[in-house]
């Protein structure tokens, strides 16, 4: 690991201000991705601002009748909370599904939603990688793409973004809520956070350099049922292979959105009139761009299947 400095922040805004006007400065709370890629030396931060002291740790409703969530929420006591058990299922559920208990005891809400989207090739320093190092090609294009991107992709990365908390909050119609360095608040919702790869696949968010995330917020519970399914090549502590997150209402209609079949968590709304027709009707709206690999076509039958087994559990 590459030496750096430190410092614990006092304000939002403060920690804003400092990752802003710090050369190489990035935000640290639980760690559970940033240190790992430290000490691969994939990450190099010069300065670490430590965000833990800032209080944003409460969920709280909120006047509209949904749920503030603080950024600095572990996943564990997200889970287990009794309004998000109650009203939104579905969160609860994806967020037991990743990684393990131990890391879900430090994992925060907004580091849930910051993990980087990779790749094998990412971790290996030895191959060109676009986001470890813009512009040096990639090498899973060529290479084993088992597990990676089947739609959404570019010439540059078809990694996909790993995580289950996210691909939730997008069929939860989630809203990001942010702080600029000047102290200027804005509010991104998640269907508008997330970037596509194209030819810039470092950039994968829609942050400006320095702005914090402080809370996320959901609107409103919707009812239906509640289903999230992940399909991964062993039991626990594994990214999905194609993982389901629905909601689905009695006369049929709903929401899905896919994890593992692209760089973000994939809804396409359109597709979702055809949730009473079936899970091939909605599936080829969902995929129907899809550019599979010979390695990874599978996944498009593996979504359909999925998506399928959900609806059926769903509406029994």
């Not at 849930?112 to 060109?128: A, E, G, I, V």
């Amino acid at each position: 690991m590459k030496p750096f400095t430190y410092e614990r922040a006092s304000s939002p805004a403060a920690a804003a201000a400092a990752v802003q006007h710090t050369p190489g400065a990035r935000y640290i709370a639980g760690g559970t991705n940033l240190l790992d890629l430290m000490k691969l030396q994939i990450e190099t931060p010069l300065h670490l601002v430590d965000i833990n002291g800032l209080g944003l740790d409460r969920i709280e409703a909120t006047s509209e009748g949904g749920l503030r969530i603080g950024a600095l929420v572990r996943n564990t006591g997200l889970a287990a909370h009794q309004s998000v058990r109650r009203d939104y299922p579905l969160l609860s559920r994806a967020l037991l599904a990743g990684a393990s208990g131990q890391l879900r005891n430090k994992a925060t809400t907004a580091g849930n939603l910051l993990q980087r989207t990779r790749c094998p090739y990412f971790y290996d320093t030895n191959l060109p990688c676009n986001k470890r190092a813009p512009g040096s090609g990639c090498a899973a294009i060529h290479g084993s793409s088992r597990s990676l991107a089947v739609i959404g992709g570019s010439e540059a990365c078809i990694a996909t973004y790993p995580g289950d908390m996210a691909v939730a909050m997008r069929a939860l119609d989630a809203t990001i809520e942010t702080v600029r360095a000047d102290g200027m608040v804005r509010s991104i919702p998640i269907a508008d956070f997330y970037r596509l790869p194209g030819n810039t696949p470092h950039v994968e968010n829609a942050l400006e350099p320095g702005e914090l995330i402080t809370s996320v917020t959901l609107p409103k519970p919707v009812g239906g049922t509640h289903v999230y399914h992940k399909v991964r090549d062993r039991a626990s502590y594994a990214f999905a292979l194609v993982s389901v997150a629905a909601i689905v209402h009695k006369d049929g209609t709903g929401r899905v959105a896919l994890g593992g079949v692209a760089p973000m968590p994939w809804r396409i709304q359109e597709a979702e009139a055809a949730l009473p027709n079936g899970a091939r009707a909605v599936m080829s709206r969902l995929l129907a761009d899809a550019k599979p690999t010979h390695d990874n076509a599978y996944k498009i039958t593996l979504a359909g299947r999925t998506l399928d087994a959900v609806l059926t559990q769903a509406r029994s």
